[in-house]
């Protein structure tokens, strides 16, 4: 029997209204919704978010809070990053990478952003290889609480 794995969460996007205007944007221009938006910390130029639509639990992002590239505290947020996620969830490794314009899979062309996934051994299955489905263990809301705390904890 076909076995079926459900993910609600995923119609808001798929069966959503387009964004007006950049995402990212709307994102740094308010902070009154930063629980909302996932958004965990807020630094001059850049802030961290957690990816709505993730490739493992902790999947977060650097992102610039304007359509500028700025690399110091990109880098400084980014170590606040590893260490969060090393201390919430104590991963085996993490990916760290950029896409660059929507050919290389940039989902939000023209605002730079990092993304930080945290790693397993074996966290790759059937399920990605095969199924092209991703399974995310944990609820966004519950990985904002546990990697808000980490941050405090940097």
Same mark, same amino acid.
């Given at each position: 029997?076909?076995?079926?794995?459900?993910?609600?969460? !995923?119609? +808001?996007?798929? #069966?959503? $209204?387009p *964004?007006?205007?950049?995402?990212? %944007?709307?994102? &740094?221009?308010?902070p009154?919704?930063d629980?909302?938006?996932f958004?965990?910390?807020?630094?001059?130029?850049?802030?961290?978010?957690?990816?709505?639509?993730?490739?493992?639990?902790?999947?977060?992002m650097v992102?610039?809070? !304007?359509? +500028?590239?700025? #690399?110091? $505290?990109m *880098?400084?947020?980014?170590?606040? %990053?590893?260490? &969060?996620?090393?201390?919430?969830?104590h991963?085996?490794?993490?990916?760290?990478?950029?896409?660059?314009?929507r050919?290389?899979g940039?989902?939000?062309?023209?605002?730079?952003?990092?993304?930080?996934?945290?790693?397993?051994h074996?966290?790759?299955?059937? #399920?990605?290889?095969?199924?092209?489905?991703?399974v995310?263990?944990?609820?966004?809301?519950d990985?904002?609480?546990?990697?808000?705390?980490?941050?405090?904890?940097?």
């Open positions: 029997m076909m076995g079926r794995l459900y993910a609600p969460w !995923r119609s +808001v996007y798929l #069966m959503g $209204e *964004v007006n205007g950049c995402l990212f %944007c709307n994102f &740094a221009a308010d009154s919704q629980r909302a938006n958004v965990l910390e807020r630094g001059r130029d850049w802030f961290i978010v957690i990816n709505r639509y993730p490739y493992t639990t902790g999947h977060i992102v610039t809070q !304007r359509h +500028v590239e700025k #690399m110091t $505290e *880098v400084e947020l980014l170590a606040r %990053c590893e260490r &969060a996620l090393t201390r919430a969830y991963p085996d490794g993490i990916n760290v990478g950029a896409n660059l314009g050919s290389a940039a989902g939000i062309v023209g605002h730079f952003h990092m993304h930080m996934v945290p790693r397993w074996g966290d790759t299955n059937f #399920m990605s290889a095969v199924g092209e489905t991703r995310v263990s944990e609820d966004l809301n990985t904002y609480d546990r990697l808000q705390r980490a941050l405090g904890e940097s």
